[in-house]
């Protein structure tokens, strides 16, 4: 596996953690890594353009991971090689997508029933690049096939450089708590780093669970997008340093940069700063597909198709948009860029305001807001206006 500066990364997550999001938490620190989105190794191989952007990252994100998921040998060595060839870090493998639409191709969750076959994957990646291979499993497919760490001997062996296990099995999906003693138990089965995820929200958590399950490290998913500071404050604490205090206005300004940056993405970007993969599946670092592409970034956001509940839940509440607003009144090209701007606060504020006193009241003002300057009046008032 390649070296690290922490313990700690981005866990992927489906719809919220674009090359933006991953940009801003990098700027905070104490982030290792980051993964994209999942993204089909069949998109990947056969060029499709919007699985192509998922896969998009930039210099400033390094190291990233590119996950992708599949269930045939020869595609996802394929599709690790695009990969490979955009210039990422790490290729990633998904073993722990329990969407019956992902599942039902074998691919996801449902490799975890089925080892050796997810081993035959690994292995024909591993040949077929030379950049890491690694696999981000659960703890299994349900209470009677609790199997991480049969599989993560069978895929270190197949050539896997790193796994990380989220401790639930794929038929609790969300509920209940990670398995944190399962997950050390993947950490004494092999010799390859492994890294842990589920349930982490507090920074000191990081460290406790990182310890208690003897991981190399662990990967946080959804307590980053309630605050995107948890790696700083991970990282400061594991100094023996006091935690950086987050404000409302900190806080404010993370969702108004937010805006800027999807505002602006692709646009006007210097050569080289975006990695892209053109149709034909070739790498290239440029700007000259991403500068024609304003209406693909307009496309709604993230895998919400899959039907990934989490995303498709708060992307169809958040794409009810009334007819009426300023948005109207842009090109259709801005239109459709602002929309999907929109669409991305108000997916991502579902779980940044979560357990914020006027949180839920801060939720329906987003909801409700139909335009750009709409939305940065809202976050204004809420984060900057307030009386302490
Ligand atoms: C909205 C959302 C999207 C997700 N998308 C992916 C994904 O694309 N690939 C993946 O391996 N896991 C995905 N996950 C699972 C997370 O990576 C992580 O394993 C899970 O949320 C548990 O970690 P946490 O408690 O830190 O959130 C997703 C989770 C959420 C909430």
Partial sequence: MIPLSSPF???????????????????????ALVVTEMVSSEGLVRGIDRTLEYAEFTEEERPVSVQIFGGDPEKMARAAQVVEKIGADVVDVNMGCPVPKVA??????????????????????????????????????DDHEVNAPDLARRVED???AAIAVHGRTAAQSY?????????????????????????????????????HAGVA???????????????????????????V???????????????????????NEPTGFR??????????????????????????????????????GRLSAASRLSPAGSVEHA?????????????????????????????????VSINQANSIPALRQTIADFFFERPR
Wanted: net charge positive; hydrophobic share 45%.
């Fill in 9 to 31: 990364g981005m866990a992927p997550m489906a719809g919220m953690t674009d090359t933006a999001f991953r940009r801003l938490v990098k700027r905070k620190g104490g982030c």
């Fill in 331 to 363: 090109s259709p090209a801005a239109r459709g860029r602002q929309r999907w701007v929109i669409n991305k606060i108000r997916a991502l504020c579902a779980w940044y305001t979560r357990g914020f006193e006027g949180g839920s009241h801060l939720r």
């Fill in 104 to 141: 039902k191709h074998n691919a996801g969750c449902s490799l975890m029933r089925e080892p050796e076959h997810a081993a035959t994957i690994i292995r024909a990646m591993a040949r077929a690049v030379s950049i890491p291979v690694t696999v981000k499993m659960r703890a299994g497919w």
């Fill in 217 to 243: 490290g662990v990967l946080v998913g959804r307590g980053v997008l309630r605050n995107p500071w948890i790696f700083a404050q991970a990282a400061a604490l594991a100094r023996g340093e006091e935690p």
């Fill in 245 to 267: 205090v987050v404000s409302l206005e900190d806080r404010g300004r993370f969702l108004l940069d937010y805006i800027d940056l999807l505002l602006n993405e692709g646009v």
């Fill in 175 to 211: 509920s209940g708590n990670a398995d944190w003693d399962l997950i050390g138990r993947v950490a004494e089965a092999v010799r390859i780093p492994v890294f842990g995820n589920g349930d982490c929200v507090e920074a000191a958590e990081l460290l406790e669970r990182k310890r």
């Fill in 275 to 312: 990695h892209v993969a053109n149709s034909a599946g070739h790498a290239s670092l440029g700007l000259s597909e991403v500068e024609g592409r304003p209406s693909s970034a307009a496309a709604p956001v993230g895998l919400a198709s899959l039907g990934l509940s989490e995303v498709e």
């Fill in 158 to 160: 197949a050539g896997a």
